[in-house]
């Protein structure tokens, strides 16, 4: 691991968050309203209301935009190559087995290079949290589609299969909490955080992100506040919905919520 | 607006900041607005107008990508 720039002292804190930032590298690398920022504060406001204090963590992030965001954290982190996120993991199980494991995912790590690797986590029963950051596109490779663009959205041919379900899969990988939002939704965001603290075994949260390049092949290019209110009016919050029902299709709304909790305990 | 006595300020850092506009439609109380004069970065960066109508709801400093805004309730030689 690299050494990190200047640490966070008292002296250099102005923002809350900022106990956990390295104050140095400000401002971030992300797009004007890229969603990523949102989701990494809320993230450290759940550490905060549970007293999780800078070394009880370590965080692993892959490539990409998402890869960024161990560059700058002031706590034990470190970003991999896609494909080996998992063996990264089990190490670091293995070596401090104390320590909460976070993984910043996106679709490079999760789905395409790293999507077969993730059955070892149901084997070495590791106590993990994967933060899967989708934003519906390859963002860095301009206007490429993948298994999770929904129909005839930005390759010229389109996408003709049906897009992938992510919490179908992170309930075969063996998850024991599956929940998805938005940034827009930042506060049950927090909530879900909070909540998968507290859960035995493997954790999954998607988070839908805006991202500046999803709209760019159809000419027009909304501005962040559009792009947020986007998310805002294609979604719906309903809770335990059945799984298979998840997947995201054009023209039908997201929908957004807590979907499996092994912690909950029956109401009805 | 003072809450329990205590008067509530808002912080901007503006080189943190990349002009999105963010905080700006999501404050319900209009207490901020973009500038006219732009940072280092070329950047249109939030300014408060109305410093008393701020209710310290927390929505800007929760939505902001850049870690660049927040309040808090105002206390003796104490920033943030």
């Known amino acids: 691991m690299a050494a990190k720039q200047k640490s966070s002292t008292l002296e250099n804190i102005f923002h809350p968050t900022d106990y956990f930032l390295v104050s140095d590298i400000f ?3 992300w797009c004007p309203g890229c969603g990523i920022g949102t989701v990494v504060y809320s993230f450290f406001e759940a550490c905060k209301e549970k007293d999780i204090d800078r070394d009880d963590l370590y965080i692993i992030s892959g490539v990409g935009c998402t890869g960024k965001i161990a560059e700058f954290l002031c706590l034990p982190s470190c970003s991999v190559t896609d494909g080996h996120i998992i063996e990264k993991a089990v190490h670091i199980n293995e070596h401090h087995p104390e320590k909460k494991i976070v993984l910043f995912l ?69 998850a024991s909490f599956v929940a998805r939002w938005t940034p827009i939704r930042a506060g049950w965001m927090k909530q879900s955080f909070v909540e998968s603290f507290s859960v035995k075994g493997l954790s999954v949260i998607e988070v839908l992100s805006p991202c500046l390049i999803y709209d760019a092949n159809s000419g ?47 109401d009805d | 607006m003072t809450i329990k006595g205590q008067k509530v300020e808002v912080f901007v850092l503006k080189e943190r900041c990349k002009g999105c506009g963010i905080c700006v439609a999501v404050c319900q109380t209009e207490v901020l607005a973009l500038s006219e004069e732009k940072n280092s970065l070329g950047y249109r960066h939030p300014v408060v107008i109305n410093a008393d109508r701020c209710l310290n709801c927390g929505l800007c400093e929760m939505f902001c990508p850049d870690f660049a805004i927040w309040a808090t309730i105002e206390k003796e030689g104490v920033l943030g």
């Open chain 1, 220 to 266: 027009r290019i909304l501005d962040p506040v559009e792009r947020m209110a986007f998310y805002n009016d294609n979604s719906e919050i309903q809770f335990w919905v059945p799984i298979k029902n998840l997947d995201i299709r054009r023209q039908k709304k997201i929908i957004i919520g807590k979907f499996l909790d092994k912690n909950r305990i029956n």
């Open chain 1, 106 to 174: 996106n679709n490079a790590d999760f789905l395409i290079s790293g999507g077969k690797e993730f059955k070892k986590a149901r084997k070495k029963k590791l106590n993990i949290l994967i933060i899967y950051i989708n934003n519906l596109i390859y963002a860095l490779s301009r206007d490429q589609a993948f298994p999770l663009t929904p129909y005839m959205r930005t390759s010229t041919q389109g996408e003709f299969e049906i897009p992938f379900n992510i919490p179908y899969m992170a309930c075969s990988i063996g």
């Open chain 1, 27 to 29: 401002p971030t690398v």
